[in-house]
């Protein structure tokens, strides 16, 4: 949907799935999305292995944080992969499981931005900025 609400700039997905990244390239191509960049990156030591996605730039203006599944990997890891996120707004989900608050309250201590749980009817998500 950002991609396609955007035309001009670009949407990145790391995903680590091959499944789920066919299935969302076939979304963006049945829309016209060409401005989505679909990054297949396996989980290696509890996050996305980056290594051959460097040439992409690392300044976000909107992020969302839904994942890697905790079963395989860890999101506090989000915050140490030097991303220029200066005055980006990060989008956490999943806030209704248990390490998720402390995982967001690391990332804002470590980003200086604060942030707001939204009580949400499906499940709880915060916003960060």
Not at 51 to 63: C, I, L
Not at 100 to 119: A, P, Q, R, Y
Request: glycine share 6%; net charge negative; charged share 20%.
């Amino acid at each position: 949907m950002a991609a396609i609400a955007n035309p001009d700039r670009s949407v990145y997905v790391l995903e680590h799935n091959f499944l789920w990244a066919a299935k969302i390239q076939a979304y963006a191509d049945k829309y016209g999305a060409d401005n989505l960049h679909i990054l297949q990156c396996p989980i290696k030591d509890g996050w996305y292995d980056l290594s051959e996605v460097q040439k992409y730039k690392h300044k976000f203006s909107a992020v969302l944080v839904d994942g890697p599944p905790r079963t395989l990997g860890n999101r506090s890891l989000f915050s140490k992969q030097g991303f220029d996120l200066t005055d980006a707004t990060v989008v956490w989900d999943d806030m209704d499981q248990g390490p998720m608050k402390v995982m967001l309250d690391e990332f804002c201590t470590t980003n200086g931005m604060t942030s707001e749980i939204i009580e949400h009817v499906s499940k709880p998500f915060a916003i960060a900025a």
